[in-house]
Nanobody, 116 residues
């Protein structure tokens, strides 16, 4: 079964930057939405950023002005550039993709830890 594979997480000091990448392990056709979610310990998974195939973008209020989502439609790859990181950004970050037929795919997650 095709999964999404995230990379780029790690440990960084507050104010630092990280760039997450996500690529499918196999071919997925007709992807519309691609996005990033995160889940901190003891909290529910929340949307971080979402981008449509046509380039319409939505960000969580908490990351606006600091994070930038982008994608390469030819490679079915999505990126998340995270700047000015804060300790409250610490979480397991998951990549998600959804096709026009509402088929959903998830990755295993990549850990982002921001120290104060």
């Amino acid at each position: 079964q095709v999964q999404l594979v995230e990379s780029g997480g790690g440990l960084v000091q507050a104010g630092g930057s990280l760039r997450l990448s996500c690529v499918p392990s196999g071919r997925i056709f007709n992807i519309n939405l691609m996005g990033w979610y995160r889940q901190a310990p003891g909290k529910q998974r929340e949307l971080v950023a979402l981008i449509t195939r046509g380039g319409i973008i939505n960000y969580a209020d908490s990351v606006k002005g600091r994070f930038t989502i982008s994608r390469d439609n030819a490679k079915n790859t999505v990126y998340l550039q995270m700047n000015s990181l804060k300790p409250e950004d610490t979480a397991l970050y998951y990549c998600n993709a959804e096709t026009y037929f509402r088929e959903g795919y998830w990755g295993q997650g990549t850990q982002v830890t921001v120290s104060s």
